[in-house]
């Protein structure tokens, strides 16, 4: 006769989380911390009836499952003198793990680069850049990204306007 283990297994904690793990409260919570993140724990209970404390439990919840990665601000360039966006398409010369892993390590590093995506067709990547004006991108574009490594070609796209620019999901 077979005995029965008493000792419980649970999953990783890095186990990926699901959005079937979301109820209504916890949709309303992300929607309202993606518009404004600096909302008071006190001001998002209320919004969404609960309690402050539940509240509490449900943001650390939601964190240590994953869908909040961090809270950050949302800076307007133009003060800070970083009004041109570049979007630079990047094809690299070999399609060999490493060399697109030495080539995004190296892009990491480039100073006001805001994102850089694995795309398919043309280019291997998309990067975007931010930086003060023509000039600065100019030198940019000579000290930092000709010398990525493993890359073949570069086209710049100079942005003239921003249309949409936005960091919230579409949470259904």
Known sequence: ?????????????????????????????????????????????????????????????????????????????????????VVIGVVLDRSTPQSFADFEKAVQKVPGCLECVVVTGEFDYFVTVRTQDNESFNRLHAAELLFLPGVRQIRTFVVLKQVLSTTELPIA
């Open 1 to 85: 006769m077979a005995t029965q283990s008493r000792i419980k297994v649970r999953p990783p904690k890095e186990a990926a989380a699901a959005p079937s793990q979301l109820d209504r409260v916890d949709r309303t919570i992300l929607r309202l911390l993606q518009r404004d993140a600096s909302v008071s724990n006190v001001a998002l209970a209320a919004k969404v009836h609960l309690s402050p404390a539940a509240c509490l439990r449900r943001v650390e919840r939601l964190k240590s499952l994953g869908f909040v990665q961090r809270i950050v601000a949302l800076l307007n360039p133009a003060p800070l003198n970083l009004g041109m966006m």
